[in-house]
């Protein structure tokens, strides 16, 4: 169990929940983990960018882990809203690569980010929302601007942006 943090480039940080046994549930101490990396990114100068995801296939995250103990006091909900980013404005942008299962705080967590891209739409593992990647096709008839992406993002695409 553990929030990861890694570098695709100088300017583009990768943060990883991973938790898989648990759909990616994230523990008191994961999310005071995730609420400090959020500090330190926006005071890291050559960061410019963020992905956060989650590990496996299975689940990007599904919120909190409530096996423990679930009392929560007014520290421990700043602790949680900070790490959920809903209270603070962030300087960086924010990418949420959503791989499977997104529910409960994992969802409050991905739609607090700037962009969202999702894998394949899986009603066959219960999904009931499909949140395929999305481009805006700017030669279409405005009201069909938005239409469904096939394939991967071209690759290099994240170095372009950032």
Same mark, same amino acid.
């Given at each position: #169990?553990?929030? =990861?943090?890694? =570098? ?16 990616n549930a994230m523990t008191r101490q994961m999310?005071? %983990?995730?609420? $400090? ?5 926006? $005071? ?9 995801? *989650?590990? +496996? %296939? @299975? &689940?990007?995250?599904? +919120? ?7 009392? &929560?006091?007014?520290?421990?909900? =700043? #602790?949680?809203? $900070?790490a959920l980013l809903k209270n603070d404005a ?9 791989? *499977? ?6 969802? %409050?967590? #991905?739609? !607090?980010?700037?962009?969202?891209? &999702?894998?394949?739409? =899986?009603?066959? @593992? +219960?999904?009931?929302v499909d949140l395929s990647v999305r481009w ?10 938005? @239409? !469904?992406? $096939? ?12």
């Amino acid at each position: #169990m553990e929030i =990861r943090l890694t =570098r695709h480039s100088r300017h583009v940080a990768i943060v990883t929940v991973d938790n898989q046994p648990r759909l990616n549930a994230m523990t008191r101490q994961m999310l005071s %983990e995730l609420g $400090h990396l959020w500090d330190e990114l926006e $005071h890291d100068r050559d960061c410019r960018c963020i992905v956060l995801t *989650g590990a +496996g %296939e @299975r &689940a990007f995250t599904v +919120g909190a882990d409530v096996t423990g103990d679930l009392s &929560a006091g007014p520290e421990v909900a =700043r #602790m949680v809203n $900070h790490a959920l980013l809903k209270n603070d404005a962030y300087s960086k942008p924010i990418i949420t690569a959503v791989n *499977g299962d997104c529910v409960g705080g994992g969802l %409050e967590l #991905m739609l !607090s980010t700037d962009l969202r891209a &999702a894998g394949p739409f =899986r009603p066959d @593992r +219960g999904q009931v929302v499909d949140l395929s990647v999305r481009w805006l096709d700017d030669q279409a008839d405005p009201a069909d601007r938005l @239409r !469904s992406r $096939h394939g991967p993002a071209l690759d290099g695409a994240i170095d372009r942006c950032c």
